[in-house]
Structures are given as structure tokens and as C-alpha cells.
């Protein structure tokens, strides 16, 4: 996938690429709403008052920009980073909901049983357990593959089912409120949850977190011999292999585990910061959008912050455009599915002009 | 023991005709080296498509809406995977998704954001005379919806077509290799369209099957990962149509033990049988990879076009 990106003309300068970025940044957005628009026209709804909700429930106030638009890209930077990573090393990990599912759960079971410490360090366990539970579950679908060769876009769409049935099981089970009446877990404590940051409504600082995680995934994958491991694996493994003298197998696992441990933090960067109880939905299925956040920041955590923060924005005015105008929330994946198309097809066409051979190099899968 | 024995066997058959149905489709895309994600999405598209033409026109009408719906889907698939020659993968998942936002936003259109239970009629069994008549297996086997008999035949059907005419052992050797197949003077694009549009017609169908034969309703999101426990089939049956319909039963009968299980009073969390499936479909997939044989040119990315 990053093919197309690399065989791009390398000679732009610095300041025509950010031109070229924002320019395509605008189309985009103007794609999103003239996308919406059509189908708000098509499926009978006021298409003003769809669109005014759209903007008023994202960007239209800070209030709606932090506690709304914000809240929703933080999980949303984290689980994009964790598809981008996979993809980049070609594991095809469609499995981020689950692994967030499980990271919620990890991070919450955690955080009930354990004593409450004074202070910042309190987190950390909770953090780390939801990380932890993210790369088991992705482990699963790792180990599947490096072991027994099943392609991983099947295990881990299995793992998602799974793992919803998971934590349905826990919240009912060991997990439940001591009243036993609601599916759902009890608060956990205040010292787990995730501070606010103050004048920002609900934000809380999982928000630096996820922009810190996103920062040095991006900088791995540009900067760094491990990056350039993951991008050689995902391009063309044999070449990587043999050429590279990389340890393609070893190389594909770890960057699975990482991304199912980033993936799992934003389950647990959700309970902990937004939630405090872990219940079924918990995700508005965070894990799936990833893959548009990736796919849109041509598989790049950097363009992936703002990527989130697009579709945190389109979450958020969907749930708005429902509240005010009556128009279902779930406009937004027929959205975010064009966005995937219309990324893989350009790209397509432009390697298909570049370099007049087929585009996207999927490795061969069951070989 | 008959009243436990007898519902199981039809819970199986139940359950596996819609697996099977969906499962021969992704069969066909298989044989001709090409893997179609989207075919989750095809049975969701399909089992909308039937609540809206069977809420206009009966049953029938119901079918034929599905079939076109999952045909809709085939069309995409075709269109990036083939024309546009997209990823495979990613194009099938963004297609699921894209039928996920579809269905669930024209159905709140269309019937209220509410999702009241909207019953529809469901198709009527029809009794096999004579073997419908057979102790134990009788009723479950043979007096069941015409769909079910469609299911049946379609495994024998497609097993002479991929072994006795041209055009089967046309696909198949476009899946081992389509520089050759193409050398032979096949049309090698013509014909993966082709399977892709059958796939997604059969895809559309097993989702209609959902809520004609089934359900008698539409829940967003009812296709519940058929799709990909179809593709699994597909591999556990060894790219073979009758391999193929073995693996729908086998995922039938896990299905139904619940049901078994429910009858004998053994209590444990539902969810517990509920995930079966989906672990027998991994459990399945890391059994049957490494000794069955796959398409040779099984999703790899397609050659340039010229």
C-alpha cells in the first residue's frame, strides 16, 4: 500500500508538499460533505439541518470540539496507529476492536481488584494490563498465522465476535456491579480514572498519551532500522528476506503484538478517561474506523493524528445529525467505506501510471 | 432421545443452508483465484434486500430482491478488484462496512429509527413425498423450504460443472494460473467477473435465506460473520464443493448443539455457545491450512492489464 507513496517523484520540495497535503486535505473534506449531503438528499432529510448539525455537534463549539470531536479521536489516533503499524509490516489486522475490547476489559478488571495508590502511578498497572490484553488477543491471531498460516483478516474478524461475546460474559459474570442488576462493571475508583484537562470539558489527557504513542510510532516507522524492518516485511518479504537479511517472521510478529498492545491501550485509555465501567458498546466500533484512519493517512501515524481527528469530528456530528435532525448515526460507515474505496483506487490508478504495472502488492496468502 | 435427535438434525440443516449457499458462492471466486471479503456484506445486503422485496411482494419477490442485492455487491467487488485492480482485502472490508452503513441507515430510514420487530411471511416448508416420510430424518431433512433443496443440489451441480464442461476447468485454471489460462486464449478477466457476480448472487440469496426462511425478520448487522465462517468452509472444504457442503454441516451441527444442549437442561453462560462458531472457525482454519491445497494463484495481486 505504501508503494504508491514511495514511487511518488521524490524531489518536492518541503513547503509544495505541505501544499500538496493541504490541498488534498480540503478535497477531502469537501468529498466528506458533499458525500453526506447526497445521501442526507437521497434518504429524504433535511440536508440544511443535517449538515448545520454536523458542523454545530464537531467543530461548531470548543465545547463540542473537546468533550465531542476530541474524545472520539483519542481512541481513535491509538487504534489507527495500531492498524497502520500491521499494515505497514503487511499483517492485515482488522482485528482492533477486539483488541480494544479486551484491553477495556484487562484495564478495568485491574483496576477494581487492585488497592488504590495516591497519585499519577495509580495508572500505570490498568494501562499496562489493557496494552497487555491487546497483544494476547492479537498474539492469538499472530500465532495463528506464523504457525499454521491462517490468514489473519479471517482470525481476527473472528476474535472481534469473540471477544464482544467476552466481555458480554463479564459483564454479566465475574465483572458485574455488586447490585447485580445492570449489565455493566462498577465505577472503578478515582484514582484510575484518567484527569481532565482543565477548560476542556470531558477531554482528558489520554489525549497526550495517544499523541505521544502516535508521535514515535510515526517516527519508528520513518526513522528507524526497526521501521524500516516492518516497511521492507510489508513490501515485499522474500526481497527483505534475502536481500535484507531481515527476519521477516519475527519482524511480522512483533509489529502484530504492537499493534494489538495499541489497540488494547485504547480500550483501556477509554474506560479509564471517558467511561469508568466497562459494558457492552463501549466501542461505536472504534476498531473498524481505524481502518479508514489509516487507509485516508496513507498508513502514517503522523497524517493518522489528523485523520482521527476527521473522523472523531464525523463520529461526533453523526451523533449530533441524529439528535437534532432525525438522521441515522450509521451514515457514517457508508461514509468511511467510500473514503476506503476511493483511497485504494486512486492509489491503484496513480502506481498503475507511474509505473504501468498492477498497484498494491498483497502478499500471497495461504502460499 | 428422538425429541433431542430429531431438532438437532434440523437446527444443523437449518443453520448450514445459508452457510453453505454463501460459502459455494465464495467457492467459485476462490477457484478463480480471488478472495472476496465483501461477501459478509453481500449477505447483509441480501438479507435487506429480502425484507424490502418480501414486505412489497411475498416471498418470491423476496429471493429475487436478495439475489439482486448481493449481486450489487459482486458488482463493486468487480469493479475495484478486477477494473480498478484494488487490493482484494481491503476493497472487501471497506465493501462489508459500506453494506454494514447501507443496510442499517435504509433500514431506520425506511422502518424507524425504533427497529421494531417487523415480521414478514417466511417461506413455507415443502414436503418431499415419500422421503419426507422417513423416520427421524424425515421431517428435518425433507420437508423444509425450497431454498434448503437449492442448497442441496447446488454442491453436486457445481462439482460436474468445475470437473465436466470447459468453462469450469476454464475457472480453475485461471485460479492455478491465469498467465496460462490467459495464453490459452481465455478470457480470463470475463470469466473472474463472472464468478465474482455468482458469488455475490449466491451471497445475497444466503442472507435472504436468513430472513425468509429463518428469522422472518431484519436485525442490522444479522449476517453476524457468516461471511468469513464461509471462507473458512471454503478452506475446510479444501476448495471442493462437496468438501464445502461437509464443512456447512460440520458448522451447522456446532450450532445446533446449543439447541441440544438447551433441551438437556445443561446450564452454562449462553454466550459460551453463542462463541462456537467462531472458534470452530479458527479452530477449523489452523486445522485444515497447512494440508489442503489452495488455488495456486489464490490472492495474489492481479497482473497488469493490458
Redesign the interface.
Known amino acids: 500500500m505504501a508503494t504508491a507513496e514511495r514511487q511518488a517523484p521524490a524531489r518536492r520540495s518541503g513547503a509544495n508538499t505541505a501544499l500538496h497535503e493541504l490541498a488534498l486535505a480540503a478535497v477531502v473534506v469537501a468529498a466528506i460533505a458533499g458525500a453526506t449531503a447526497l445521501l442526507l438528499l437521497a434518504g429524504g432529510y433535511p440536508v440544511g439541518r443535517g449538515l448545520a448539525a454536523l458542523w454545530s455537534g464537531s467543530f461548531g463549539s470548543w465545547y463540542a470540539f473537546t468533550s465531542a470531536t476530541l474524545v472520539r479521536a483519542v481512541p481513535l489516533m491509538l487504534t489507527g496507529a495500531a492498524v497502520a503499524i500491521a499494515f505497514r509490516a503487511g499483517v492485515l489486522n482488522i482485528g482492533a476492536e477486539g483488541q480494544l475490547l479486551v484491553g477495556a476489559a484487562a484495564a478495568v478488571a485491574l483496576a477494581l481488584v487492585s488497592r488504590e495508590d495516591p497519585g499519577l502511578l495509580a495508572l500505570a498497572p490498568p494501562l499496562v494490563a489493557a496494552a497487555a490484553g491487546g497483544a494476547v488477543w492479537a498474539g492469538v491471531a499472530a500465532f495463528l498465522r506464523t504457525r499454521y498460516g491462517v490468514l489473519e483478516v479471517i482470525s481476527t474478524i473472528m476474535l472481534n465476535f469473540v471477544a464482544t461475546y467476552v466481555v458480554s460474559y463479564l459483564v454479566r459474570g465475574p465483572l458485574q456491579e455488586p447490585t447485580r442488576v445492570y449489565p455493566q462493571s462498577a465505577t472503578i475508583a478515582d484514582a484510575f480514572q484518567l484527569p481532565r484537562i482543565s477548560g476542556a470539558g470531558r477531554l482528558h489527557v489520554g489525549l497526550l498519551l495517544a499523541l505521544a504513542l502516535a508521535g514515535v510510532a510515526g517516527w519508528v516507522l520513518r526513522r528507524t532500522a526497526v521501521g524500516f524492518r516492518i516497511v521492507a516485511t510489508g513490501e515485499n518479504p522474500s526481497a527483505a528476506a534475502s536481500a535484507g537479511g531481515i527476519d521477516v517472521r519475527k519482524t511480522t510478529m512483533h509489529a502484530f503484538l504492537v499493534s494489538g498492545a495499541l489497540a488494547g491501550l485504547a480500550g483501556g485509555v477509554e474506560v479509564l478517561g471517558v467511561t469508568f465501567a466497562l459494558y457492552e458498546n463501549i466501542s461505536p466500533g472504534y476498531g473498524y474506523t481505524a481502518i479508514a484512519v489509516a487507509l485516508l493517512a496513507r498508513l502514517d501515524p503522523w497524517r493518522g493524528v489528523a485523520t482521527a481527528l476527521l473522523f472523531g469530528a464525523l463520529e461526533a456530528g453523526a451523533g449530533a445529525m441524529q439528535r437534532d435532525a432525525g438522521v441515522p448515526s450509521t451514515l457514517v460507515s457508508v461514509i468511511e467505506a467510500a473514503l476506503i474505496l476511493a483511497v485504494v483506487a486512486a492509489q491503484a490508478a496513480r502506481a498503475r501510471r507511474l509505473s504501468g504495472d498492477s498497484a498494491v502488492a498483497i502478499r500471497p496468502v495461504n502460499a | 432421545m428422538n425429541d433431542v435427535i430429531e431438532p438437532f438434525i434440523a437446527a444443523t440443516v437449518r443453520t448450514a443452508v445459508p452457510l453453505g449457499l454463501a460459502a459455494f458462492g465464495e467457492l467459485l471466486v476462490e477457484r478463480a483465484g480471488l478472495?472476496n471479503?465483501g461477501l459478509e456484506g453481500a449477505i447483509l445486503a441480501g438479507a435487506f434486500g429480502a425484507l424490502v422485496g418480501a414486505s412489497a411482494a411475498g416471498v418470491g419477490a423476496g429471493f429475487a430482491t436478495a439475489a439482486l442485492a448481493g449481486l450489487f455487491i459482486g458488482v463493486l467487488f468487480a469493479l475495484?478488484v478486477v477494473w480498478?485492480?484494488?487490493?482484494?482485502?481491503?476493497?472487501g472490508?471497506?465493501?462489508t462496512?459500506?453494506s454494514?452503513?447501507?443496510t442499517?441507515?435504509?433500514y431506520?430510514?425506511f422502518y424507524g429509527?425504533g427497529g421494531a420487530a417487523l415480521g414478514i411471511a417466511t417461506s413455507e416448508p415443502l414436503a418431499i413425498p415419500g422421503l419426507s416420510a422417513l423416520p427421524v430424518v424425515g421431517t428435518a431433512l425433507f420437508a423444509q423450504p425450497p431454498i434448503t433443496y437449492v442448497a442441496y443440489l447446488t454442491g453436486p451441480v457445481m462439482a460436474w460443472w468445475f470437473r465436466r464442461t470447459h468453462a469450469g476447468l476454464a475457472l480453475r485454471s485461471i485460479g492455478e494460473r491465469p498467465e496460462a489460462a490467459e495464453a490459452a486464449g481465455i478470457a480470463v478477466d470475463r470469466a473472474r467477473v463472472m464468478a465474482i457476480l455468482v458469488g455475490g448472487t449466491l451471497g445475497g440469496i444466503a442472507g435472504g435465506t436468513l430472513v425468509l426462511a429463518q428469522a422472518g425478520t431484519f436485525a442490522?448487522g444479522m449476517s453476524?460473520?457468516r461471511g468469513?465462517i464461509a471462507?473458512?468452509i471454503v478452506?475446510l472444504g479444501r476448495w471442493t464443493p462437496h468438501g464445502v457442503a461437509a464443512g456447512a454441516l460440520l458448522f451447522g451441527a456446532a450450532s445446533a448443539l446449543q439447541y441440544a444442549f438447551q433441551a438437556m437442561g445443561w446450564n452454562a453462560?449462553y454466550?459460551?455457545f453463542?462463541?462456537v462458531p467462531?472458534?470452530l472457525?479458527?479452530a477449523a482454519?489452523?486445522?485444515a491450512?497447512?494440508r489442503a491445497r489452495?488455488p495456486a494463484a489464490?490472492?495474489?495481486?492481479?497482473?497488469?492489464?493490458r
Not at chain 2, 489464490?298 to 492489464?305: D, F, Q, S, Y
Open positions: 478472495i471479503i475495484c480498478i485492480r484494488a487490493d482484494q482485502i481491503i476493497a472490508t471497506a465493501l462496512l459500506l454494514v452503513g447501507a442499517g441507515t435504509l431506520r430510514a429509527s442490522e453476524a460473520g468469513f471462507i473458512a478452506v453462560p454466550q459460551l453463542l462463541v467462531y472458534l472457525t479458527l482454519l489452523a486445522g491450512v497447512g489452495a489464490l490472492g495474489r495481486a492481479l497482473e497488469a492489464r
